[in-house]
């Protein structure tokens, strides 16, 4: 079908590079090696992720002891700019009016 359109046509319609009947790259040995360092490191990560450093045992709460003190830390940079607690006699005290000087 491409062939035919070439011959009657005499070119690509519109953009030679993007649409429908785009014309095609040519495949460079570069390409082809760029897609076998891809090829062969996908191979390698798949190697890889097939082998669990940790069994599904050892993985359970393996790192609850840390997750509770990372949480422990958070919580008190939290508070450490919380202001102090202020007692109901504090926001009061000016109420107190019958005290006197010599007591």
């Not at 070439?6 to 460079?28: A, D, E, F, S, V």
């Not at 939290?78 to 006197?100: A, G, Y």
């Amino acid at each position: 079908m491409f062939l035919t359109l070439t011959l009657l046509r005499k070119g690509i319609p519109g953009k030679q590079w993007i649409g429908k009947y785009r014309r095609p790259r040519p495949i460079t040995w570069q390409m082809k090696r760029n897609t076998l360092k891809h090829l062969e490191r996908e191979a390698e990560n798949e190697y890889w992720i097939s082998r669990p450093f940790m069994t599904p045992e050892q993985e359970h709460c393996h790192a609850a002891e840390r997750r509770a003190q990372n949480w422990l830390k958070i919580k008190e940079a939290k508070f450490v700019n919380f202001p102090e607690h202020k007692r109901i006699t504090d926001h009061l005290s000016h109420l107190n009016i019958t005290k006197t000087w010599s007591s």
